[in-house]
């Protein structure tokens, strides 16, 4: 999947969601081993984004990454209809990273080509005017708003821990040579423990969800202005993207965003 996608729009009652998404290979790698999901007007799902970044041997962290997103999918086509609280959001979000995590996982054991595959996650539940974030991994999730950026998630890896513990500083960070190692993913056993994170949201919030080919040559703090100057997320997604490939392009490169409008906050 790569390429920029187009932009696809999703309206109910006074609530507005606007979806893009744009992935790439990079320079170096002929593989894609990102994969995400947006709705679209023949996806079932129309709350729900996702961006996942796969690892392993012989081609099968793409294999890891696709099985991860369309498991979940599958699992809230099944299940979403049943929630109407943010409690059973939450338990949605988590169960259903629980399910896809299980089928890599047995999956990774059924055949040695697969042996030791898995997988970030990183996804956006839009419900009740809220946004419900699961995450695994070093994918990360972003909030603008008010012209600025929050980075929601905490990344799980080696390097963020030695950050948190003193023993590195924000500057060492960057070019650490154990920067690419993760500390938790799924797929690489029979359970994983998932963050989860709620936001209320505000008119005109975007959520940005990247793998690190673009998190690790983007920072969005300086690139705020193109949030605020560019007609549409597709522009934005685009933009971002040829940054990255731009910087170095030496991962794939994948975000997605979602802008959220709610026309009882206009009045």
Do not use: W
Not at 105 to 121: E, H, P, V, W
């Amino acid at each position: 999947m790569s390429g920029l996608k187009p932009v696809r729009t999703r309206g109910e009652g006074d609530v507005r969601l606007v979806f893009s998404a744009y992935s790439h290979p990079g320079k170096v790698r002929k593989n894609n081993e990102d994969y995400f999901f947006i709705p679209t007007d023949a996806t079932q799902v129309k709350d729900l984004m996702m961006v996942a970044d796969g690892m392993g041997g012989h081609n099968a962290g793409d294999v890891a990454s696709r099985m991860v997103v369309e498991a979940i999918v599958e699992y809230y086509v099944e299940n979403s209809h049943r929630v109407t609280s943010v409690e059973q959001a939450k338990d949605l979000i988590l169960n259903s990273i629980q399910q896809a995590n299980i089928k890599v996982y047995n999956q990774s054991q059924a055949r040695d080509i697969y042996k030791g595959m898995g997988t970030t996650l990183t996804l956006a539940y839009f419900f009740d005017h809220r946004v419900c974030i699961g995450h695994v991994g070093d994918s990360r999730a972003y909030l603008v708003r008010d012209r600025s950026v929050t980075k929601i998630t905490r990344d799980h890896s080696l390097v963020q821990e030695l950050l948190e513990e003193g023993k590195i500083t924000q500057e060492e960070v960057d070019n650490h040579p154990q920067k690419n190692i993760i500390t938790r993913a799924l797929g690489t056993a029979s359970q994983v423990v998932a963050d989860y994170y709620e936001i209320e949201l505000k008119d005109n919030d975007i959520i940005v969800l990247c793998t690190d080919g673009l998190s690790n040559h983007v920072d969005l703090n300086k690139n705020i202005d193109l949030f605020y100057s560019l007609e549409s997320l597709d522009e934005i997604a685009s933009t971002l993207g040829k940054k990255a490939l731009e910087a170095g392009g030496v991962d794939n490169v994948t975000i997605v965003m979602a802008k959220y409008s709610c026309a009882t906050e206009k009045r």
